[in-house]
T-cell receptor, first 110, second 114 residues
Framework: SQTIHQWPATLVQPVGSPLSLECTVE??????LYWYRQAAGRGLQLLFY??????ISSEVPQNLSASRPQDRQFILSSKKLLLSDSGFYLC?????????FGPGTRLLVL | AQSVTQLGSHVSVSEGALVLLRCNYS??????LFWYVQYPNQGLQLLLK??????LVKGINGFEAEFKKSETSFHLTKPSAHMSDAAEYFC????????????FGTGTRLLVSP
């Protein structure tokens, strides 16, 4: 069966520091991968999606970037974090018409 | 462009009472519709989905939803609420095409009192 992992689970970072969040999927090949952000009290905002290695589409201009160095690995990065980057970051993958989500990473920028 | 509206950011029910969470969508093409549940500090779990088959969809944990094209609605119901149903619920829509991009509603927090 398919499994999706995210780490770290929780992260506290100072403003201006770099960021790297990792997502990996097991049990499938060539998945579509997604990064979402959920701010406190708000819905989910799609940040990036990828249909293959090295193929990244950005949905919202922002302080973040994404990369897909391997088929089942999706990384969310920032060179300098802003306070507004705080939130709950969720990775997801698609099989047919359904998206399945990872456990999430809670990021607090101070 | 697609959109989803969830009426009521919070819904409170008593244990054993009917649960009704509302979702209306907008889509220019036949949609796929989804309900997800999120427990505190966890990812989203798929409750049920509509993909142009039966309009009444049954999901996990006793939940079901009915697709009503004329009303552009996909409301989530459960006959009898349990304390364990307390969570945040998200409705989402995607186009019935090859690549899936979900558009989510802002969520409804379900509170269940004893």
């Amino acid at each position: 069966s398919q499994t999706i992992h995210q780490w770290p689970a929780t992260l506290v970072q100072p403003v201006g520091s770099p960021l790297s969040l990792e997502c990996t999927v097991e049990g499938t090949s060539n998945p579509n991968l997604y990064w979402y952000r959920q701010a406190a009290g708000r819905g989910l905002q799609l940040l990036f999606y990828s249909v293959g290695i090295g193929q990244i589409s950005s949905e919202v201009p922002q302080n973040l970037s994404a990369s897909r160095p391997q088929d089942r690995q999706f990384i969310l990065s920032s060179k300098k974090l802003l306070l507004s980057d705080s939130g709950f970051y969720l990775c997801a993958w698609t099989t047919l018409e359904t998206q399945y989500f990872g456990p999430g990473t809670r990021l607090l920028v101070l | 462009a697609q959109s989803v509206t969830q009426l009521g950011s919070h819904v409170s029910v008593s244990e054993g009472a009917l649960v009704l969470l509302r979702c209306n969508y907008s889509s220019s093409v036949p949609p796929y519709l989804f309900w997800y549940v999120q427990y505190p500090n966890q990812g989203l779990q798929l409750l049920l989905k509509y993909t142009s088959a039966a309009t009444l969809v049954k999901g996990i944990n006793g939940f079901e939803a009915e697709f009503k094209k004329s009303e552009t609605s996909f409301h989530l119901t459960k006959p009898s609420a349990h304390m364990s149903d307390a969570a945040e619920y998200f409705c989402a829509v995607s186009e019935n095409t090859g690549f899936q991009k979900l558009v989510f509603g802002t969520g409804t927090r379900l509170l269940v009192s004893p």
